[in-house]
């Protein structure tokens, strides 16, 4: 996101008044999910209210400029006011009172400062656990909530925590309308539409049969592709068992990659007869460097920690968190091994960086082990990213052996290798432009067709596959 965007969604401090809406959403928090809700519910035609660490907000809005239309409608809602942005206060008291009274003197003073003329009807509060927690503690806002005079007011609840524990949240909140909310939807690289039509929408309860008080986020609901509610603690548990068999089954893949190039088959070829049989299905069958982010590691490490609380051995996860990790630095051993070990102070290429292809982000990437290990041999190294190249830029400013190109196929005639960690899918390989060239091409992604890599000249090592 440009810096002219961010800075034009600053508090403001002008006498203009909101106008007098009928019901507003109050979001609290500051990371993509609240974002993405946000324009979502401004999209849908409400007022959105985001309470936030200013700092933490800013640094969100410039990780995800890759969002671009996240970033225009995000413009768009912010000079239209049908998102307005306040910092987040010191305790949830002073939030609550903005919308209770603003007739005491106090509370005069709070509503001034949030620009709101009349005490507005609260739609929902949705809060994001993992934005609030370094401020309000859970005793303070739970207190602040119970206190508050709007118990018909809907508490949703978002984030990842050890399994019971925004169960555990809902029952201390005395109202009845409490609800949770798992961004188990949510796609890098298309926030926005992932959320207008999510995959799986799911719902946690804490009333039964209660989601027609959420009235706002019904449009969401409908669009869903698949739909599920239940009480908080089975959502709960719901939430962390999809994301923990998405990570085993993509670490069981890597697994039989390592397999596979013991028997000379093509893991990606297994993957696509496997993806035949209806009882598998195809998704997160791709062999690779393993998964990054910031959501599949966070689920790994809370089901551990509920695990370790509860005296339960969970060897199975153990080995799929130890496989990914391993993983990552799969690709350099087979660099290594190409060369014998001969691999000081080549130069070699890089295409990608993120976690995944349509993200700018590079948590958990394999691109940072990578680096490490080859600037460890004095390699040089040149990488292309189209849409991580800023979050690289920042992350290793100071670093000479790295040199960031805007062009994939720029100074290839520097290069001894090429590695391939996340190749955008829409990426149009020139295999005459490698040809030229004959470099042996390092493939962490499996991004090559079969075609493509029987048309190279240079050779080709892949994930479970090879020339």
């Known amino acids: 996101m440009s810096s002219d965007s961010i800075h034009s969604f600053k508090p403001s ?14 979001i609290v928090g500051h990371g993509i999910e609240a974002i993405t809700s946000a324009v979502v519910l ?10 936030a660490n200013s700092v933490l907000l800013e640094q969100q809005l410039q990780q995800y400029g890759f969002e ?10 912010d000079q239209q006011q049908q998102i307005v942005y306040q910092p987040l206060p010191a305790n949830a008291d002073d939030l609550i009172q903005v919308y209770e009274s603003a007739n005491n003197t106090e509370n005069l003073k709070i509503a001034e400062s949030t620009q709101v003329t009349e005490s507005p009807r609260v739609a929902l509060y949705w809060l994001f656990l993992d934005s609030i927690k370094t401020t309000w503690s859970d005793d303070s806002w739970i207190t602040a909530f119970n206190h508050s005079h709007q118990q018909t007011r809907p508490i949703i609840m978002s984030g990842i925590e050890q399994l019971g524990s925004i169960s555990a949240l809902a029952q201390r909140l005395r109202r009845a309308w409490v609800y949770y909310i798992p961004f188990v939807f949510l796609q890098d690289g298309e926030a926005y539409s992932s959320m207008l039509t999510p995959s799986l929408w799911l719902l946690g309860e804490k009333s039964p049969d209660s989601s027609h008080h959420l009235t706002v986020l019904r449009p969401l609901m409908q669009q869903a592709h698949a739909y599920h509610y239940a009480d908080i603690a089975t959502i709960e548990f719901a939430r962390s068992s999809i994301m923990a068999m998405l990570a085993t089954r993509v670490s069981f ?21 496997m993806g035949l ?7 997160y069958l791709q062999a690779g460097w393993g998964f990054g982010g910031n959501t599949l590691p966070t689920e790994l490490n809370k089901l551990q920690q509920s695990g370790k609380v509860n005296s339960i051995d969970m060897p199975l996860l153990q080995s799929v968190m130890h496989i990914n990790k391993d993983q990552k630095e799969l690709i350099f051993r087979k660099f290594w091994q190409y060369f014998d070990g001969f691999i000081d102070n080549k130069t070699v290429m890089i295409w990608g960086g993120s976690y995944k292809s349509g993200s700018g982000r590079t948590a958990g990437s394999a691109i940072h082990p990578l680096l490490k290990l080859l600037w460890s041999y004095n390699i ?13 830029a920042a992350s290793y400013d100071q670093q000479p052996l790295l040199q960031l190109i805007t062009n ?13 960690i996340s190749l ?44």
Request: charge should be neutral; glycine fraction near 4%; proline fraction near 3%.
């Open 424 to 467: 955008p899918t829409q990426h149009r390989l020139d295999v005459a432009q490698l040809n030229q060239q004959a470099l042996p091409i390092f493939d962490g992604q499996n991004a090559l067709t079969r075609l493509q890599i029987d048309a190279l000249v240079g050779d080709y090592v892949g994930i479970g596959r090879a020339k």
């Open 277 to 283: 049989d209806e009882r598998v299905g195809s998704s």
């Open 13 to 26: 401090n002008s006498k203009q008044h909101l106008p007098k809406a009928s019901t507003i959403c109050v």
């Open 42 to 51: 401004a999209s849908l035609g409400q007022k959105v209210h985001l309470y």
């Open 380 to 392: 040089r190294t040149i990488v292309y990213s189209d849409k991580a190249q800023t979050e690289l």
């Open 408 to 420: 994939p196929y720029q100074q290839l005639d520097m290069a001894q290798a090429i590695f391939i």
């Open 253 to 273: 893949m890597n697994e039989m990659s390592r397999l596979a190039d013991s028997y000379q088959v093509d893991i990606q070829q297994v993957s696509r007869i």
């Open 68 to 77: 671009h239309h996240l970033q225009a409608l995000w413009q768009l809602y």
